[in-house]
T-cell receptor, first 113, second 119 residues
């Protein structure tokens, strides 16, 4: 079945550091890929998405490229801020019957001033 | 746009009682809603897919008689935890998709979750 594997956290960075959170997936078809973010005390919200191979999703300085050859969708940001501290979830949506979204385990990011 | 409202945000109940959680799409119609359970510091576990006008589809290992799902309209799905026990204490999250661009391509919009504590 489909699955998502993302790097374990927590990840602790200083402000303005470069961020990479690795995500790889296993899917039988051609899924859409997403990054969701959960800020402290809030619900999940979409950060960015990519629906086909080589697509790059971007939002708020974050980027991720859908790499079919390596089945990866790594999240990157060039310069993190304290306000980026949150839990980040990589997810894939099955485009076949059911359209279920499967989530990775989540990676907690702490950014220090 | 695409707001999902979940109610209540928290509830405490006694063991053996039932609790109903509501999930509403406020500004769009959702033929499909999803119910997740999130354990502390863990990921979201899909419990079931709620389809308007038909029976919910439960994931393997989820007791359908314990977690009753009713998708009464295009904007409302409810999850009822029946005969709750302390092990049912968890954070329950509903989500829905507008389906624009195809359901599989369309992101999920989440409610803020319900923290259930069973004493």
């Amino acid at each position: 079945g489909n699955s998502v594997t993302q790097m374990e956290g927590p990840v602790t960075l200083s402000e303005e550091a470069f961020l990479t959170i690795n995500c790889t997936y296993t899917a039988t078809g051609y899924p859409s890929l997403f990054w969701y973010v959960q800020y402290p005390g809030e619900g999940l919200q979409l950060l960015l998405k990519a629906t086909k191979a080589d697509d790059k999703g971007s939002n708020k300085g974050f980027e991720a490229t859908y790499r079919k050859e390596t089945t990866s969708f790594h999240l990157e940001k060039g310069s993190v801020q304290v306000s980026d501290s949150a839990v980040y979830f990589c997810a894939l949506s099955d485009n076949t019957g059911g359209f279920k979204t499967i989530f990775g385990a989540g990676t907690r990011l702490f950014v220090k001033a | 746009g695409a707001v999902v409202s979940q109610h209540p945000s928290w509830v405490i109940c006694k063991s053996g009682t039932s609790v109903k959680i509501e999930c509403r799409s406020l500004d769009f119609q959702a033929t499909t809603m999803f119910w997740y359970r999130q354990f502390p510091k863990q990921s979201l576990m899909l419990m079931a897919t709620s389809n308007e006008g038909s029976k919910a589809t439960y994931e393997q290992g989820v007791e359908k008689d314990k977690f009753l799902i009713n998708h009464a309209s295009l904007t409302l799905s409810t999850l009822t935890v029946t005969s709750a026990h302390p092990e049912d204490s968890s954070f329950y999250i509903c989500s829905a998709t507008t389906g624009r661009g195809g359901i599989g391509n369309s992101p999920l919009h989440f409610g803020n979750g319900t923290r259930l504590t069973v004493t």
